[in-house]
């Protein structure tokens, strides 16, 4: 039996009009799920309320059987989140960076430097280690902010537009690290608006609209419901 | 807008000016509290004019000698301003990338730029001036209009000095360190003629230091005689004296256009590349890594503060303002005994400096999001942010008591528990009552949480004066020799 990574049941939220309306979704542990839809779909304000940023007004959340209601603390032990924006504090290095998160997740203080300088070697920013980050690009913030996403070792990562502002080499690669961490057993969902990036990095892909899920399956699954070679959005 | 033609000066000053007006505004309650505040002052400002309608208002020396020291004092807290201002324009994300790629004569830009600084700063005193020189001005005393004249007169000089000087910095110290340099600067600027005054020797037999000094003045006629005459006649309506200030303002205007031209658009350029500081440890990465979430939070609040010099120093020079309360209880005719001033000192001090330190680490947190997401319970990241406020208090709230303990022990002793009480009071009143901002706003940080400050201050006294009353009993009233 195939184990649930992240089932939402119900969902529902409103800002000043609904943004999500009785979202359901299903994502299997291991696969890279895209939620694809245009921008003011509902899909930040969905995975926010996974990653416990905001509460939901109705519904249920559950990852790995977690309920992240009864348990948040539990559920966002094993979950990491990274935004479009990354959450980096500019006068820190990256290792005092990577320091913190680790702090935040509770790690052992030796197993985190190691893990910490392994990261850092694998994104390639082991020369900028001890450089503050205020006068980073916006590709090597994303960077510190991967390892920082990577460091706990979260079962459940959730990356908000990765894509999005970075050039190829760094756009490819992120997309290399999540498919090593798919490839590793994690589960990984992203958010995008640009179906060639679902396209070519996704297992699954969920378009939604207007704050519901309007359909689901693979590339191969939706074109054949869609009955054309091509979709756009 | 459409009046001048788009990319003109007049047109960019006018733009400016909006701007300036715009950042006064304020929303929501602190808005509606504004107006009411506004409309007070106002029907203040009327029923005086009223009053004084037909009553002659008599200008005697001290008069000219006051509005020459207001002058001269609310020079000095303009340039303090203009230089922030300044390092606003030049240092942060603004809109001098538009306006420089723009077919815009770079003069124009700077003389946009300056006089968006000057009206900011005037539009800050001309709500304090103007809803009561005004109404008195109109109902019979039009000679008071000359204030308005003299405020405009010193925002523009104000606005050309804190753009030289914050331009003489950053050629003097380079880009980097200008931002920090001149921050430092204009803190010191605000406060110095304040903290002069008070460190004037005082006069036997005077009330106060301002007492003495204003005697000095008048004995050396400065002030009702000369140029030093010039802002009292211009503030009373001398037309003369009302063209010569507003000449020197327009001048000094004028010519920090005319000289800082280059040493502007390259200060803005210097300034927008952004150079990371490496600085290679040399140490075992692991040393970063520290066991529980106490340590990780305070390592981390700790290392931002330490590479934020200029904010540090904010705080502390929040101090200086308290100088005058101290030296008033020692000193004078109805000082406290030293040990009990000191008590009173040290809370009051360690609730100022927890509660900026607690604003500091809980409410201007730069990436909230991140512990929101972190499996760690918010009031457990909460009490290890305040400890980290308190442990960068401690140093400053261990002083008194090892001066009172010198004396008297239990005092020592009193006052270090009433520190502590009040410290943790300020901190905990800022955690649940602050309001989220970012660190380099922390000058502003009240506006958002007045509620915060006056509980802050109530508990500062009530815990201050309760360990001087008891350091007072127990030190058997310790005379000052």
Not at chain 2, 106 to 117: E, Q, Y
Request: glycine share 10%.
């Amino acid at each position: 039996m195939t184990t649930s990574a992240l089932r939402i049941r119900g969902l529902a939220k409103s800002f000043d009009k609904p943004v999500i309306a009785g979202l359901d979704l299903d994502i299997a542990a291991g696969e890279l799920y895209a939620l694809l839809g245009p921008n003011g779909a509902g899909k930040t304000t969905t995975l926010r309320m996974v990653a416990g940023l905001a509460a939901p007004d109705a519904g249920s959340i559950e990852i790995f059987g977690i309920d992240t209601q009864r348990d948040p603390l539990g559920a966002k032990a094993i979950t990491a989140w990274l935004p479009d924006e990354a959450m980096l504090y500019d006068k820190l290095t990256p290792l005092e960076y990577l320091a913190f998160v680790a702090g935040l997740w509770r790690m052992g203080p030796a197993h985190a430097a190691a893990e910490a300088d392994r990261l850092l070697q694998w994104l390639d920013l082991w020369e900028q280690r001890d450089t503050r980050c205020e006068g980073f690009s916006r590709g090597m913030k994303q960077k510190v902010a991967l390892a920082g996403a990577l460091i706990h070792d979260p079962r459940l990562l959730i990356l908000d537009e990765p894509l999005t502002g970075l050039d190829a080499t760094m756009a490819r690669l992120v997309k290399d690290a999540l498919r090593a961490q798919v490839d590793a057993g994690k589960t990984v969902i992203v958010t995008t608006h640009i179906l060639e990036v679902a396209e070519r990095m996704a297992d699954r892909i969920g378009i939604i609209a207007g704050g519901r899920l309007l359909a689901e399956g693979t590339l191969q699954d939706l074109r054949d419901r869609a009955g054309t070679a091509g979709m756009t959005l | 807008m459409t009046i001048t033609p788009a990319g003109s000066f007049v047109w960019l000053a006018l733009h400016e000016l909006r701007l300036a007006f715009r950042s006064r505004a304020t929303r929501g309650a602190a808005r509606w509290i504004g107006y009411l505040l506004l409309a007070g002052w106002l029907v203040i400002g009327c029923i005086t004019g009223w009053a004084l309608r037909d009553t002659p208002i008599p200008v005697p020396p001290e008069a000219m000698i006051g509005v020459l020291a207001v002058s001269v004092l609310g020079l000095t807290f303009m340039t303090a301003q203009a230089m922030i201002g300044s390092q606003r324009t030049l240092y942060e994300r603004g809109d001098l990338p538009l306006l420089l790629s723009a077919p815009i004569p770079g003069r124009s830009v700077l003389l946009a730029k300056l006089l968006g600084i000057a009206a900011t700063i005037a539009l800050t005193y001309a709500a304090l001036l103007l809803p009561i020189v005004l109404p008195v001005a109109i109902l019979g005393h039009s000679r008071l209009l000359g204030l308005v004249a003299l405020l405009i007169a010193l925002a523009l000089v104000a606005a050309a000095l804190g753009l030289a000087l914050t331009l003489a910095i950053a050629r003097l110290v380079g880009p980097r360190a200008a931002r920090t340099i001149g921050q430092v600067v204009a803190a010191v600027l605000g406060g110095a003629l304040f903290l002069v005054t008070q460190l004037l020797p005082q006069d036997e037999g005077r009330s106060s230091t301002f007492a003495a000094l204003f005697d000095r003045l008048r004995t050396a006629r400065i002030g009702t005689s000369g140029i030093s005459a010039l802002p009292g006649h211009a503030a009373l309506g001398d037309p003369l004296a009302i063209l010569v200030v507003l000449a020197v303002g327009v001048a000094a205007f004028a010519a920090a256009g005319a000289t800082l031209e280059r040493a502007f658009l390259s200060g803005y350029l210097d300034g927008s590349a952004t150079v990371s500081r490496s600085r290679p440890s040399g140490r075992a990465s692991a040393r970063l890594f520290h066991p529980g979430l106490t340590r990780t939070v305070f390592a981390k609040e700790w290392t931002l503060l330490k590479r934020d010099p200029a904010l540090a120093f904010q705080i502390v020079l929040r101090l200086i303002y308290l100088v005058p309360l101290f030296l008033g209880l020692v000193g004078g005719r109805h000082a406290l005994p030293i040990p009990a001033a000191l008590a009173f000192a040290s809370v009051l001090i360690t609730s100022q400096l927890v509660g900026s330190f607690a604003w500091l680490t809980v409410s201007a947190e730069d990436a909230p999001d991140l512990l929101s997401v972190a499996p760690v319970a918010r009031a457990q990241v909460d009490r290890a942010k305040l400890l980290a406020a308190f442990a960068m208090a401690a140093p400053f709230a261990l002083l008194f008591p090892i001066a009172i303990g010198v004396q008297t022990l239990v005092g020592a002793a009193i006052t270090l528990v009433m520190t502590v009480l009040g410290g943790g009071a300020a901190g905990y009143i800022e955690l649940k009552l602050g309001k989220p901002g970012k660190r380099g706003a922390f000058n502003k940080r009240r506006s958002g949480s007045i509620v915060a400050g006056i509980l802050s201050l109530l508990v500062a006294l009530v815990f201050g004066g309760g360990a001087a009353g008891l350091v007072f009993l127990v030190s058997g009233g310790i005379a000052v020799p």
